[in-house]
């Protein structure tokens, strides 16, 4: 039997408790089947000027983007998947703009992060991660 990955989530942004029970049900089974030999991996719900300050000092962009992903390696503990950032003020308004819950952009956005810490890259893949993405919304978002 395969360990459970240890998540690690931190709630800057003081997201209702009701989204991060139903992310903490979600997610593992989600990291299971993605990603079986992960040991850890983090989450972080912030607000948008430490994402934007991130988002500029690492990647040299500037603004706050929605999520950002750092794919992580070995450690003494096993195998750090990596963390994701979520910009929370951010996918509140995108959730609003899309017309679907926080719910569903939250596991969206975590889902997106997921596939670059395990190595993907729809900005140079040519559709691979983005086809599979959609796949994967499917089975595991479904419809708001």
Excluded: Y
Aim: proline fraction near 5%; include cysteine.
């Amino acid at each position: 039997m395969t360990p459970r990955c240890e998540i690690a989530v931190q709630d800057a942004a003081r997201t209702e408790p009701r989204l991060l029970a139903e992310l903490a049900r979600w997610l593992p089974a989600l990291l299971a089947e993605l990603a079986p030999g992960a040991a850890s991996f983090g989450v972080r719900l912030a607000g948008s000027d430490e994402v934007r300050a991130i988002n500029e000092g690492r990647r040299g962009r500037e603004g706050a983007t929605d999520v950002l992903s750092f794919p992580g390696g070995a450690t003494p503990e096993g195998h750090h998947l990596g963390d994701v950032l979520i910009a929370m003020p951010v996918a509140r308004a995108q959730a609003r703009e899309l017309g679907h819950g926080l719910e569903r952009e939250l596991k969206e956005l975590l889902l997106h992060g997921v596939l670059h810490c395990l190595g993907h890259d729809h900005e140079q893949d040519g559709g691979e991660m983005a086809s599979l993405e959609l796949d994967l919304r499917d089975r595991w978002i479904g419809d708001d």
